[in-house]
Structures are given as structure tokens and as C-alpha cells.
């Protein structure tokens, strides 16, 4: 039997794409295994999922003054000598890995043991940890375009990102039953991210009054986000947190307003929601939601209104426009060859496979 191991931790957004490969690499016949921290949240994830889960210490490398920068860089060290211990005993034909600074060490142990490595990176920039991983890899996985150019030669292969089978698998009658909504009037779904956006809830209820009369409106607003004066607003739904009717929402949804975080665009993308895109700001990130934002402008996937720029006006009058010209969205993304971003990562873990003699 092959034998892959999945690598990536620290936020959801590093572990739900490892899961979204599992079941098509478990139907090819892979043994699978995780490697994480000793209790980040990709344990969690993992166990749910039935893998076979090894942590390991991890630090975290920082641009910025800490007292831990003092201490972290030997919990990495630790965390080499783990990895390589427990490579050395799985003995993997394959490593793919997701990002986070616990795959730092995984992926150095990998490349002493001439282990082959897979890394995906989700954001147009490569983040600090992958940055430190490329020159190990075989193969980098990518959701833009732009970021080919800033990677070696020959290594970056644009695939897109994987997502879960399931939100493939929405029911919009189910949705509607769940909701109560009325299946005569447009749906628009408010996603803010698993921690919700102060910035995007505050005018989308800002705007509220003058949104109903076009959409109901379902938003999933975050935790300890919900506004308790709107519980009974009729047509306007609010959530801290959706799991398994995620699905359902998103097959109901006509439009869309998100963050531009690369996991939550590209399944927009696959799901080919029109939509519209409030990037986080400069001031409170690295930049890589706005350079997201702007490469699915450029490819014609998404609207954007940049954090400085949103009013209630403004929001209302993008919005309206992405419902009105959504089939031409859909027709570009239907064109999109990132689409299938499962099989094509799955396709290349099998020729990394075979070019290093597991069958």
C-alpha cells in the first residue's frame, strides 16, 4: 500500500484542504497519516476525520519582538529531531504539506530522509513558513497565476485549491426548509470568516433595510457576533458558526459577500457563487487577502471593495451589480481550470509516487 503523509497546522484554513484530498486519495489506495502539533486545532480535525494522528513540537517564526523568538527556535529543533523519528517508522512514499510552522521541521526531516514533498500555497505570496520549505520541495501547489512567477523554475504548478467534496453536495430545497425563505426572491450569503469581520457585519447592517428589499439574507456573522436587536428581522437569518448545513446555504445562495482568505475564495470558486470580495486591510495583515482579491478581479471571478472604501452605498450598489451581471461571473468561472483542484493535486501525488518506484 502507498503511504502518504499529510502535513499542516495552526488554522483551519491549513488543515481542511489536507482533508478535502482524503477521501480520493483513500479510493487510490493510500494509507494516510497526519503530522501536526502536539494539540493545535489540525489534531482535532484529524481525529474527526479517522486519520492516524502524530504531533510533534513546533515554534513559530516571527517578523516581530517576542520573547519566545528566544525559545521557539529550539521547540523547531525538537520538533526535527520528532519528525524524522516518526518518518523514519511511517516510512512515506510522499509528503504533502499545507503550510503552518509545524510542517517546517516535517519538511526538513523529509528532505534529510530523500523523502519526496509536496507543498501547496494558498495565498498569491508564499507564507514565511513555505517560503523556508520550497527549495525542499518537489513540486508547490498553487492557486494563482502571479505566484508561479515569484517560485523556482519548473517547482510551482498552478492547481487551485482543494476544497471538501460536500460543499459540492448542497441541497437548496433543503436550505429552504431550514430557512424559510421564499425560493421567489435572491438569496444573499454574508461570510465573514470562522471569527467573523467587525468591519463587513457593522455595514452590512448598516445597510440591512435597503439589502431586504432586493435579498433575503443569510450571515454568518462569527462568534459572539450576533446582533440580538435583528433576531427577528423577517427575511435576514443570523449565524455565529454553520457546519454540516454550510452546504445547503451555499447551493440556496444567489450572491455572495466574503473576506478574500485563499481557502473561502476558491470555494466560490468551485461553487461558482458570484460575489463580491472585502479584502482585510494592509494595516491589519500581510497583504495576501488583497493581492487574492485582486487576481479573482483580474480573472473576472469576483467583485472587490477595498475595507476603506465600504459604505452603506457602496455596499449596496456592488452587490446589486454582481447580481445583475452574475451569469457572466458564472461563465468565466465555469471556464476556470482550477476547478477540479482534488484531482489534479491527487494526480500529481501519483506521478511523484510512481517516479520514485512505490506502486
Same mark, same amino acid.
Given at each position: 500500500?502507498?503511504?502518504? $503523509?499529510?502535513?499542516?497546522?495552526?488554522?483551519?484554513?491549513?488543515?481542511?484542504?489536507?482533508?478535502?484530498?482524503?477521501?480520493?486519495?483513500?479510493?487510490?489506495?493510500?494509507?494516510?497519516?497526519?503530522?501536526?502539533?502536539?494539540?493545535?486545532?489540525?489534531?482535532?480535525?484529524?481525529?474527526?476525520?479517522?486519520?492516524?494522528?502524530?504531533?510533534?513540537?513546533?515554534?513559530?517564526?516571527?517578523?516581530?519582538?517576542?520573547?519566545?523568538?528566544?525559545?521557539?527556535?529550539?521547540?523547531?529543533?525538537?520538533?526535527?529531531?520528532?519528525?524524522?523519528?516518526?518518518?523514519?517508522?511511517?516510512?512515506?512514499?510522499?509528503?504533502?504539506?499545507?503550510?503552518?510552522?509545524?510542517?517546517?521541521?516535517?519538511?526538513?526531516?523529509?528532505?534529510?530522509?530523500?523523502?519526496?514533498?509536496?507543498?501547496?500555497?494558498?495565498?498569491?505570496?508564499?507564507?514565511?513558513?513555505?517560503?523556508?520549505?520550497?527549495?525542499?520541495?518537489?513540486?508547490?501547489?498553487?492557486?494563482?497565476?502571479?505566484?508561479?512567477?515569484?517560485?523556482?523554475?519548473?517547482?510551482?504548478?498552478?492547481?487551485?485549491?482543494?476544497?471538501?467534496?460536500?460543499?459540492?453536495?448542497?441541497?437548496?430545497?433543503?436550505?429552504?426548509?431550514?430557512?424559510?425563505?421564499?425560493?421567489?426572491?435572491?438569496?444573499?450569503?454574508?461570510?465573514?470568516?470562522?471569527?467573523?469581520?467587525?468591519?463587513?457585519?457593522?455595514?452590512?447592517?448598516?445597510?440591512?433595510?435597503?439589502?431586504?428589499?432586493?435579498?433575503?439574507?443569510?450571515?454568518?456573522?462569527?462568534?459572539?457576533?450576533?446582533?440580538?436587536?435583528?433576531?427577528?428581522?423577517?427575511?435576514?437569518?443570523?449565524?455565529?458558526?454553520?457546519?454540516?448545513?454550510?452546504?445547503?446555504?451555499?447551493?440556496?445562495?444567489?450572491?455572495?459577500?466574503?473576506?478574500?482568505?485563499?481557502?473561502?475564495?476558491?470555494?466560490?470558486?468551485?461553487?461558482?457563487?458570484?460575489?463580491?470580495?472585502?479584502?482585510?486591510?494592509?494595516?491589519?495583515?500581510?497583504?495576501?487577502?488583497?493581492?487574492?482579491?485582486?487576481?479573482?478581479?483580474?480573472?473576472?471571478?469576483?467583485?472587490?471593495?477595498?475595507?476603506?472604501?465600504?459604505?452603506?452605498?457602496?455596499?449596496?450598489?456592488?452587490?446589486?451589480?454582481?447580481?445583475?451581471?452574475?451569469?457572466?461571473?458564472?461563465?468565466?468561472?465555469?471556464?476556470?481550470?482550477?476547478?477540479?483542484?482534488?484531482?489534479?493535486?491527487?494526480?500529481?501525488?501519483?506521478?511523484?509516487?510512481?517516479?520514485?518506484?512505490? $506502486?
Amino acid at each position: 500500500m502507498k503511504r502518504i $503523509v499529510l502535513t499542516g497546522g495552526g488554522t483551519a484554513g491549513h488543515v481542511t484542504p489536507n482533508l478535502a484530498l482524503l477521501p480520493l486519495l483513500q479510493e487510490r489506495g493510500y494509507d494516510v497519516h497526519y503530522i501536526g502539533s502536539k494539540n493545535g486545532i489540525e489534531k482535532q480535525l484529524a481525529l474527526v476525520a479517522g486519520i492516524p494522528y502524530n504531533g510533534i513540537s513546533s515554534g513559530k517564526f516571527r517578523r516581530y519582538f517576542d520573547l519566545k523568538n528566544f525559545t521557539d527556535p529550539f521547540r523547531v529543533i525538537k520538533g526535527f529531531g520528532q519528525a524524522k523519528k516518526l518518518l523514519r517508522e511511517l516510512q512515506p512514499d510522499v509528503i504533502f504539506s499545507k503550510g503552518g510552522f509545524v510542517t517546517v521541521p516535517v519538511i526538513f526531516a523529509a528532505k534529510r530522509l530523500k523523502i519526496p514533498v509536496i507543498i501547496h500555497e494558498s495565498d498569491m505570496t508564499p507564507g514565511l513558513a513555505n517560503k523556508l520549505s520550497v527549495s525542499s520541495a518537489s513540486k508547490i501547489c498553487c492557486n494563482f497565476p502571479e505566484t508561479v512567477e515569484l517560485l523556482p523554475t519548473g517547482k510551482a504548478v498552478v492547481t487551485g485549491c482543494p476544497i471538501r467534496e460536500e460543499l459540492l453536495s448542497g441541497s437548496r430545497l433543503k436550505a429552504l426548509e431550514t430557512t424559510g425563505f421564499s425560493p421567489d426572491k435572491p438569496v444573499l450569503l454574508v461570510i465573514g470568516g470562522s471569527l467573523g469581520s467587525v468591519s463587513v457585519n457593522t455595514a452590512v447592517r448598516k445597510a440591512l433595510s435597503q439589502l431586504l428589499t432586493q435579498f433575503q439574507i443569510i450571515h454568518i456573522c462569527g462568534k459572539k457576533n450576533l446582533a440580538e436587536n435583528l433576531m427577528d428581522q423577517p427575511g435576514y437569518l443570523q449565524y455565529e458558526y454553520v457546519s454540516s448545513p454550510l452546504k445547503d446555504f451555499f447551493a440556496l445562495a444567489d450572491v455572495a459577500i466574503s473576506r478574500a482568505g485563499a481557502n473561502a475564495i476558491c470555494e466560490l470558486l468551485a461553487l461558482r457563487k458570484p460575489n463580491l470580495l472585502i479584502p482585510l486591510s494592509a494595516a491589519a495583515s500581510r497583504g495576501d487577502q488583497l493581492l487574492n482579491a485582486a487576481s479573482f478581479e483580474k480573472q473576472g471571478f469576483s467583485a472587490v471593495l477595498q475595507e476603506e472604501d465600504l459604505t452603506t452605498e457602496s455596499l449596496i450598489q456592488t452587490v446589486s451589480e454582481v447580481y445583475q451581471n452574475r451569469t457572466a461571473y458564472q461563465d468565466r468561472m465555469s471556464r476556470s481550470p482550477l476547478v477540479n483542484a482534488v484531482g489534479t493535486i491527487v494526480d500529481m501525488i501519483d506521478e511523484i509516487c510512481e517516479r520514485s518506484g512505490c $506502486v
